[in-house]
Structures are given as C-alpha cells and as structure tokens.
C-alpha cells in the first residue's frame, strides 16, 4: 500500500512539474523574456547596489549588458531547474516498481529517455510558439538537470538497497 501511495505522489508531482513546463513553454517570446528581465534587472540591481527600478529605460549601456548576461545565465540554469525534478522523480518511481539486481540502471534509464523525449516535445511545441524557436542547446540544458535528478536519485536508491540489505544482514548474525 505504502508504494503506490508513493507511485502515485510521484506521478503527480512528475505530471504537474510537465504541465509547468508547458505552461512556461507556451508563453510567446515577448512575454517570457519580459518577466525573465525583470528578474535579471533586479539581481543585477540588488548587487550591484543601484537603484534601478524595473521597466524604467536604462540609460547606462553596461548595466543593460550586465543585466542581458544575467538574463541569459539565469534562463539556462532554469532550464536545468525545470527538468530536475522529473529526473528524479520518474526514476523513484520506476526504481520502487521495478525488482531484480539492475533496477537502479534500468529505471535510470527508463527516466532519462521518458525525459529527454519530453525536452525534445517542448522544444518542438516551442517552435508553434510566437517568437519561440526550437533550440538543441535548450535540449542541453534540459539534460543537464534531468540527469542530476537521475543522478541524485540512482544514489538515493543505491543507498537505499545497501542499508536494508546490511541491516538484514546483521539481523540475522
């Protein structure tokens, strides 16, 4: 009962973190890179100790570069942020519904190929979006986080398996 409780708490959180993903994804060109640079303008402000107030025209043109760099890091690590999640949940879940000694290794790469294929729809879904483009460096991002979530999680389960087994183990002593 406990695991598919956690099955299905896994699912949910993996379904909305995809829906969140879409929604993100569907916001044309104009109104995604307006509130990534409004948050880009604040950080760049915030340490940079000026006063900048967002919307207002920039005179300065190195804080506009300094707060378009910023905007570009931080939508690539975003990125990266959006698919962890699904990494590490996709494998939790294949990983507690699978048995056998390669269960670690077969839901790790169940959750990378479910995830990749879902970086590749986005990109491509993102391409039907104004202004949007279908982008294999977005791709890269999206892998780097679905594989640390994956990463995080194989351990997780690896270590997992290593402690009840030992602790049966001296069970039994």
Same mark, same amino acid.
């Given at each position: 009962m406990?695991r ?7 699912l949910l ?11 993100h994804?569907?916001k044309n ?13 604040t ?19 190195e ?5 378009n760099?910023?905007?570009?890091r ?5 990125h990266?942020?959006e698919?962890f999640?699904m $990494? =590490? #949940?996709?494998?939790?879940l294949? /990983?507690i ?7 670690v290794? @077969? +839901?790790?790469v169940?959750?990378l ?5 879902y970086?590749?729809s ?17 791709i890269?991002h999206d892998a780097? $986080? =679905? #594989?640390?979530?994956?990463?995080? /999680?194989?351990?997780?389960v690896?270590?997992?398996g290593?402690? @009840? +087994?030992?602790?049966k ?5």
């Amino acid at each position: 009962m406990k695991r598919k409780v956690f099955s299905a708490i896994l699912l949910l959180i993996t379904l909305l973190n995809m829906a969140f993903i879409f929604y993100h994804s569907a916001k044309n060109a104009e109104s995604s890179l307006g509130e990534s640079k409004k948050i880009a303008n604040t950080i760049v402000a915030t340490v940079k100790g000026e006063d900048k107030s967002v919307g207002k025209e920039l005179e300065n043109i190195e804080y506009r570069q300094a707060v378009n760099r910023m905007n570009k890091r931080m939508r690539d690590c975003l990125h990266a942020l959006e698919y962890f999640p699904m $990494g =590490f #949940c996709l494998t939790l879940l294949f /990983a507690i519904n699978l048995k056998g000694k390669h269960k670690v290794i @077969t +839901s790790s790469v169940a959750a990378l190929g479910i995830s990749l294929l879902y970086a590749v729809s986005d990109e491509v879904h993102q391409h039907f979006v104004p202004g949007r483009t279908f982008q294999l460096i977005d791709i890269a991002h999206d892998a780097m $986080g =679905f #594989c640390a979530g994956t990463a995080l /999680a194989a351990i997780v389960v690896f270590a997992y398996g290593y402690f @009840t +087994s030992a602790a049966k183990k001296t069970k039994h002593i």
